[in-house]
Each structure stands twice: as C-alpha cells, then as structure tokens.
C-alpha cells in the first residue's frame, strides 16, 4: 500500500505531461492554482513552498528559481522544469504604470506634513493619469517641478490646434524645460483609453510621536513622559476613484494623547468624526460654459501666493511655489490631518470662456482659548490637542469651542495663455465676540513680562492681534467677523515669470481702506533655463496683518520671539502652540534670491539668500545657505552645505543679536540593486552679542563676558539595502550634540540636547504583494548622563556642608507602523 500512493501521484504525472505535450501550452508557474500543484503529485511541503513565494515574494522570474525553495526536493523540481513554464508577466496599463513609478509612490505614500494635499493628488495621477491634452494650465502648474513658464509652454502648444501624441511630442515642446517635460511626463497619458472602473487606496498609520509640533522644553518632557499612557496616534485614509471624474475621501485620525472624537445624533447614537468628501470633475470640452469641479463635504482652497486664502494647518519655512515649496493652485478634496482651519461645506469651479468663477462656503468648529467673559482672543492650532491643557488645569476648553461660517469666492480672468488675473475675497464669521486678552494667555504673576522682555522684542505682534464684535444678516448667532480681499497675477514671457499678490484686512470693520486698514504683498520672478534658474522674491507685511488662512512666504511663523514662545511664563504649558503650532507667516520686509546653476556636468551648485526686517522690532536678519554637489561619477556624490545667518549683526549693542554658522558634509554611495552608503558629518555655532551689564561693568573697555555660545556637532552613517525587489532596510546611526536636524526615512527630524547623544533610527520596508505593503520605523535617542547641582550648599547633621548632586539620564524612543493598500 505504501507504492501506491507514489504510484498515483506518477501516473498522473505522465497524464498531465502526455496532456501538455499533445493538448496545449505547459500550465504558468505564476498563475497555476493549489488543486493543479497537487494533481502534479507535489508534496504539501512544496505546494505551500511555491504559494508562499508567490505570496511575500511575488511572480517568478525563471524556473530556477524553485531550487532555491525549502521544502521542494530535487526530484520534485525535475517534474516541475517538465510540466510548467514560467511566461512573462502581463500587466495592465495601470499595473505597469504603477510598477514604472512605484519608488515615487513609495516616497509619497510614506510623507506627512505641508505637501500632504497635493501628495494625494500625485498619488491618484500616477495611477490614473490625465490626457494631456484635455488639462489646463492650473493641472499642469499643479505638477511636482512643473514651474509657469512650463505649464504655459504646454497651453500655448495644445492652443495652436496641435496635438500631443507621444512623449516625444511632448520633448519636442519649444519653452518646455528638461526637467519640466521629465515630471509631467509621469502623471499623463496621451488617449483617452482611461480605466473607467473604480480603483482605490487604503492607507492605515499607527505611531507614539508628534514629529511636526511639539510643545517647547518642559511640556516635551512630560509628553514623551506620558507616551506609555496616552492613546496612540492613530490615521485611516481611503480614497476611490473612477477614472479622472468621480473622486471620494474618508479619513480618521486621532492625535496622540486625544480621546476619539464622535458626531453626536442625540437618540440616533454617534459616529467617528471623519473627514469626508466627494468630488467631480468635468472633461475638458468646448463648451463656453462648464462646470469643472464640484467638491462636497472638507476640501482645500488656495490661491495666489497664498497671501490671502490657503487653506492649510503646515507652516513651510519659504513656501515660494516652486521647486520643493510647491503648493496648491485652486480647489481639492481635503483628507489630511488639518484641524486648525479646516474647511467642510461645499465648493467648485466654474469657467466661462476665459472666466474662473470658484465660490467656497464652510461651516466648521475651531480651536480656539477663550476669555473669561465668552469672548475669544485667537485661534490655536495644537498637535496633539489637549481638551484643558497638558495639566488639566485650564477652566474654559480649547477644543471645538468657536464655529466658524465661511464664505467667499475667487475670481479670475485668463487674459491669454500667458497671463491671468485673479480676485479673492473671503468674510469668516464667529459665533463668539473677537477679543484678544493676554490675561487668558498669560499667567497673572508673569503679565509684568509681556511687552517688558528684552528676549521678547516681538511681543508688539501680539498687541495687534485682530479684535471685532459685530453681527450678520447670513447668520443669526454671529458676533464677530473678519474680512479679507485682495488680487493676484501671474504672467510669462518666453522663460520668465512675474507673479504677485497683495492683500487687504478690513481693520475696523467699516469697509475695505487701502490708506489705513493693513495690508500684505509680494512680488516674485523666475527665470528658466536648462542648466540654470533663479528666483527673485520681495514681501512686505504689516504687523496688523492678522489672517489665518495666510501661508505665504517667510523664514519665520508668527509670534515667534514673543512671550508665547516661553511657555513657563503662560499659564498652560499647552498654550505654547499659539507659537510652535503657529501657520501664518511673521510680519516680514526683506528681500529674496535662490539660484540653482549646474555649471558642469558633475557640479551643481545652489544659493539662497534672505535678507529681511522683522516689522515688530525692526530686527535686521540676514540668511545666505551656499550648496556644491560634486559627482565623479553617477554613482558618487559629494555635497557640501554651508548656512551662514545672523541678526543685528551690524549692532554689537543690541541684546538678541547673534551669528550663527553651520557647516554639512555628505558622501553618497550608490550601489547595485539601490543599496546605499550615506557618511555625514555636520558642525555648527551660534554665538549671542555681549551682554556684559550681567556680571560686570565696561566703563572700562569692550568686555566680552556675559556672551554665550552654542556649539553642535554631528556625525553619522546611514545605510539602506535592498534584499529584493520587495523588502529592503534602512538605518542610521548618530553621535551629536546641540542642535541638529535631520532627514529619517521618509520623517524630517530636530534635535537639540546640552549633552553627547546617541541617536538611532531603524526602518523596514516589505512589498507583500503588487498592491500590498508595509513600513515599519523605530527610532531612539540616548543622552548622556548629565549632573545637576540643586540647593547648593546645604548643612548636614555633623555641621559639615555639602553639594546636592543629581544624575540624570535621558532616553526617548518611538515607532511608526504603516500599512498602505491599493486596488
């Protein structure tokens, strides 16, 4: 009996040959299901072998591939080399598609923060690409490193009555720039064979950390404290899309430390408060009159230069619009995790002719600290939110507690295929009396501080902080109100750019006066070759300029150098997100230049320079970064960052001015298989102005004592390798000390410690299937063991004195888990 079975599984064997050889095409190993493998006469060891592989590995390459299996012995392969081939792998247009960009869809699915809204939307046209020849200029400019000057290269081509059939046609565009032809290129196609089934994508994010905003020094410390305690971070995004018309988004997420959020129904029960939106959009078509997008539920809207409505929570340090500081032109579904000025209501987009019309209308709660008497002083974006302060100690809440009615619209007019003109105006209604009282803000014991500190030169921002108290006929429960309006522009010649944006706040709430209300302006110039750009920028902002949906350019958020920053002196250290969780930009005048020049075809250099004035207390900053990119070969980089910056440096007697200098070295090694070496090693110094009235008296002579320096120094070796096609690690390890920042996987970190550290990060990446995978980061910071003297000098029982010492070591460590699903 025990030949039997052999005996079977071999006859059946030479059936199925005979059956192959004389009846058809040998079976595909990819695709053969688990009943073929066992009337093949496998063993359960090797069908579960060949199932798993085809599972966490993917599609075999070859036949020889099955050797290389446990649990598949010799004798089983032999039979399999003569029964079953291995056929190459056919895909779809959009599974291609999708394997060609997977390494960008890698890197986008795997970012946070300012970018978040248009990452969403690169993610859905890689997948789904638009025909070019039916997007507009704002499509095209929307593009990552699609500058004007090539989104009107492309208009003016397809406005002459030509076509776009190929990527060659697209190449061949006069204007079009290499890099502007290489980046659009991946987000379209040139039919209009699209996929009109529905496709979708999950993502799932799971993490103990707040890498974006934190609350300064003591309240971190009692964060990172409560991290075993508190609910994790926790972030669910779901997408679906019907071709390039029906687009639907449903998000959740819980910041951490913060109880889940529910929509209350009374009897009917509750449900997650999530973010929901669907949108559509109309095929271009030559019509006078259409409708190009509608979108209802939350959404973004942004336009201009961002001076007056941009709908976003991130502040970005020098969002000029191009390059890496892109940003969003028009209107999107919103998934993100915005929670200070989200907009839910109900927007879109119609064109006539060469008229925009994009009206918007919203009604949302805001977080926001209230006064004593119900009014409210300002709005304030935390991260995570705590309900009564990190304490709990705060009577009035800060969460959810003002709504906010919203309406507005931008208007714009396409003079040509070179040049628009645009009008934003929006009216934000509260449900509670505007009044700004520091008293709410700051402890009673420390108000002596406010607009009293030498370190708090900037608390005039403060003092300006925008009141009203007023009513509304479009809304019954109204109480205050702010008004804004402005206008936009934007032109090209050849390859040379002009755009700009001025804004208005109506001050008093009278009416619109460009002679007394504050206003808010910027002008910008990029000019366009090959091998070399250049950006020119000048803004100007008054102080009294106070509009939350304002993310145009600036080195610095607001309130920064305020008495927020500082949060022992508040009476919530939660409160200091009014600073470090800040969007609009600082009240800035200066001036702005970064060029980009590869002068060689292995150097590539870049400059950036700022220099500004801080309009509170007139601080005069100077900011010059110079890079040099050195490649041998492709294979081997070499980079060199030098920053020099300073503030009231032309003023040794000012009492917060400093120099600061920092100095970064990189060496890139790119190996076979995308494996890669990174050495870095990057130093640094800041050094204040004398302040000799402390400790002594300079009657005598410049004396220097009292000046304070900040040294900090890095060096690390990161690595990142490939196992396969599917699953490879990345790491770094780091030994620093003071202030350094630094890019981790896919996250952008700051550190800044007194004391030699040690810092580690460890990040796996596993594809599991075509539409499958999953990330998992873990990430530690060591410090060195720091002695404290406290109480000084202290007597003891004997009489003898002695010091109090304390040693002390700090350790944080945190982790990120995402999964991320498409179909």
Do not use: C
């Amino acid at each position: 009996m025990k030949y039997v079975g052999k005996i079977w599984r071999l006859s059946a064997a030479i059936f199925l040959f005979f059956t192959l050889l004389f009846g058809g095409e040998k079976p595909d190993l990819n695709t053969i299901d688990e009943k073929a493998l066992y009337d093949l006469g496998l063993s359960d060891k090797a069908v579960k072998a060949i199932l798993d592989y085809r599972l966490y590995h993917g599609s075999f390459d070859h036949i020889y591939e099955l050797s290389t299996l446990e649990g598949i012995s010799h004798e089983e392969f032999v039979l399999l080399k003569e029964t079953v081939a291995v056929y190459p792998v056919r895909l779809t247009k959009e599974e291609q598609r999708i394997e060609d960009n997977y390494y960008q869809l890698e890197q986008m699915a795997f970012s946070e923060g300012s970018s978040e809204g248009l990452i969403e939307e690169w993610i859905r046209l890689l997948s789904s690409p638009q025909n070019v020849n039916r997007m507009t200029y704002y499509d095209l400019v929307n593009l990552p490193g699609v500058s004007p000057v090539d989104a009107v290269a492309v208009e003016k081509y397809l406005a002459s009555d030509q076509t776009i059939n190929s990527a060659q046609d697209l190449r061949n565009i006069e204007g079009l720039s290499y890099y502007g032809y290489s980046n659009i290129g991946d987000y379209v196609r040139y039919t209009d064979d699209e996929d009109e089934k529905w496709h979708g994508y999950y993502n799932a994010t799971v993490k103990n950390s707040q890498q974006t905003i934190v609350p300064d020094e003591d309240a971190e410390s009692l964060q990172m404290f409560q991290l075993k305690t508190a609910p994790l971070d926790i972030y669910y995004k779901f997408l679906f899309h019907k071709g390039n018309q029906w687009h639907i988004g449903i998000s959740y997420n819980r910041p951490l430390g913060q109880d889940d959020e529910y929509y209350e129904f009374g009897s009917l029960g509750r449900i997650p408060r999530v973010k929901v939106n669907i949108t559509y959009e109309q095929p271009t078509n030559s019509h006078d009159f259409r409708v190009n997008k509608m979108i209802v539920g939350n959404y973004v809207a942004a336009f201009g230069q961002g001076v007056i409505m941009e709908s976003v929570d991130y502040f970005t340090p020098r969002k000029s619009g191009y390059g890496w500081r892109k940003r969003l032109y028009g209107i999107s579904g919103d998934v993100s995790k915005n929670t200070y000025v989200p907009l839910r209501g109900a927007t879109a987009e119609f064109q006539w002719k060469s008229f925009y019309v994009t009206p918007f209308v919203s009604y949302e709660s805001r977080d926001a600290v209230l006064n004593s008497d119900g009014s409210f002083s300002m709005l304030i974006r935390m991260e995570p939110r705590y309900e009564y302060g990190l304490y709990d100690q705060l009577t009035d809440p800060l969460t959810r507690n003002v709504n906010e009615f919203l309406y507005g619209s931008n208007v714009k007019w396409r003079v040509n295929t070179s040049t628009h003109i645009g009008l934003t105006a929006y009216e934000s209604l509260y449900n509670r009396e505007k009044d700004f009282q520091i008293q709410s803000v700051v402890a009673s014991e420390n108000l002596g501080y406010y607009l009293n500190q030498i370190g708090n030169s900037a608390d005039p921002e403060i003092a300006v902080i925008y009141k009203n108290s007023g009513t509304s006929g479009l809304w019954k429960d109204a109480r205050s109100f702010r008004r804004v309006l402005g206008g936009d522009f934007s032109t090209v010649y050849k390859n040379i750019v002009f755009q700009g944006e001025l804004g208005i706040l109506d001050g008093d709430g009278t009416g619109f006066d460009l002679k007394n209300d504050p206003i808010a302006w910027l002008v910008n110039m990029y000019w366009q070759f090959d091998n070399f750009n250049i950006l020119l920028l000048y803004r100007d902002y008054d102080l009294s300029f106070d509009n939350p949906y304002q993310r145009s350019f600036s080195n610095y958020q607001r309130y920064k150098s305020t008495i927020f920053e500082d949060v022992f002196y508040l009476k919530d250290p939660s409160l200091g997100f009014l600073y470090t969780g800040a969007s609009q930009p600082q009240a800035e005048r200066g001036f702005y230049y970064n060029l980009r020049y590869q002068f060689h075809r292995q150097f590539i250099t870049t400059i950036e320079h700022d220099i500004w004035t801080r309009v509170a207390d007139a601080a005069k900053y100077n900011r010059l970064v110079f890079n040099l990119e050195y490649r041998p070969v492709f294979n081997y980089r070499f980079r060199f960052r030098q920053k020099w910056q300073s503030r009231s440096a032309q003023n040794i007697y000012s009492p917060t001015g400093y120099e600061s200098t920092e100095t970064r070295i990189e060496a890139v090694m790119r190996m076979s298989r995308y494996n890669e070496l990174r050495l870095l090693y990057a130093n640094g110094y800041t050094a204040f102005n004398p302040r000799p009235r402390l400790t002594a008296n300079t009657e005598g002579g410049e004396s220097m004592v009292g000046n304070a320096g900040s040294p900090s120094q890095a060096i690390a070796v990161q690595v990142t390798h490939n196992f396969n096609e599917r699953f490879k690690i990345m790491g770094q390890m780091m030994v620093y000390e003071g202030f350094i920042w630094n890019f981790e996987d896919t996250d952008f970190r700051v550190y800044n410690t007194d004391s030699e550290s040690f810092h580690g990060w460890v990040a796996l990446f596993s594809r599991l299937s075509s539409n499958l995978s999953v990330r998992f980061k873990y990430s530690f910071d060591r410090h060195a063991v720091m002695t404290n003297y406290v109480g000084g000098i202290v007597p003891t029982l004997s009489g003898d004195y002695q010091i109090t010492e304390i040693n002390a070591r700090q350790t944080f460590n945190d982790f990120r888990i995402q999964l991320d699903y498409r179909f």
